[in-house]
């Protein structure tokens, strides 16, 4: 199958059923003569993003940044403490309660204290983006470290491998496929996070501009932030897959090997 009739067989059905449902909500609030600000027909949430595009691809772009500097920081965190799991049931103990902790834990409550502890900067922001990120990213990453073969671990044994040598040469690339699943969650839960905390700060990004549009009934501008954040986490979970397809290649010809 060539590239293009395998985008159409991907992209083509959501795409149709898209433009189906728009033209129903557009029919519907037409026949229905539904109040503008209960429910903008699309035609007029599309008029209210090319209205002003820079003011929703700025508010973005700020969301962007928060969100990917909390993944970022919960990746490299949840990774460091899923090493240390893997390689200690004792420690997992001692440090599992704690991150459920932090995965249970209401962002609303925790926020006005890291407006404390950091300050009215971008910094509150990017942690709240971080800890909705943290806990898949940690499950996943130990569960993968330890998904090695136990005859793969005593192979290395017998090679005489250092700790470093089994993890960089074994483990981590046994752990790739699930560190990339956690991904494909935290990506789109970053976005999230970064929004809430726009939200909670009134401060920057999709956020704020969501709040002035709800201050003032602006349906149409609402659901306009909402296409533009819907679009934009759907392009960063197109990316992580694409980036997963790549680097996990060799994943579907060994596969691909085994059946044959």
Request: hydrophobic share 60%; aromatic share 10%.
């Amino acid at each position: 199958m060539s590239l293009a009739r395998r985008l159409a067989w991907l992209v083509g059905p959501p795409l149709v059923l898209g433009a189906l449902l728009i033209a129903l909500w557009e029919l519907w609030v037409d026949v229905r003569g539904i109040s503008f600000w209960v429910l903008p027909p699309p035609s007029d949430v599309v008029r209210a993003f090319f209205a002003e595009p820079d003011r929703y691809l700025e508010a973005l772009v700020e969301s962007l940044v928060t969100a990917t500097g909390g993944l970022v920081l919960a990746s490299v965190v949840a990774f460091g403490l899923a090493v240390v799991m893997a390689h200690s049931r004792i420690l997992e103990r001692a440090i599992y309660p704690p991150a459920l902790l932090v995965k249970v834990t209401p962002i609303v409550a925790v926020y006005p204290l890291l407006m404390i502890w950091f300050g009215f900067g971008v910094w509150p922001r990017v942690i709240v983006a971080a800890l909705i990120t943290f806990f898949p990213m940690l499950v996943n990453a130990m569960v993968g470290l330890r998904s090695v073969e136990p005859a793969v671990l005593d192979v290395m044994r017998v090679l005489d491998a250092s700790r470093a040598q089994v993890l960089w040469k074994v483990r981590l690339p046994s752990s790739l496929p699930y560190v990339f699943a956690a991904l494909r969650i935290s990506v789109p839960l970053s976005l999230i996070g970064a929004v809430v905390a726009e939200f909670l700060s009134g401060a920057g990004g999709m956020g704020q501009l969501i709040l002035i549009a709800n201050g003032d009934l602006a349906t149409d501008e609402l659901f306009a932030a909402v296409f533009v954040l819907a679009a934009a986490g759907i392009g960063m979970t197109a990316i992580v897959s694409y980036v997963e397809a790549r680097v996990l290649g060799w994943t579907a010809a060994e596969r691909q090997q085994m059946g044959a």
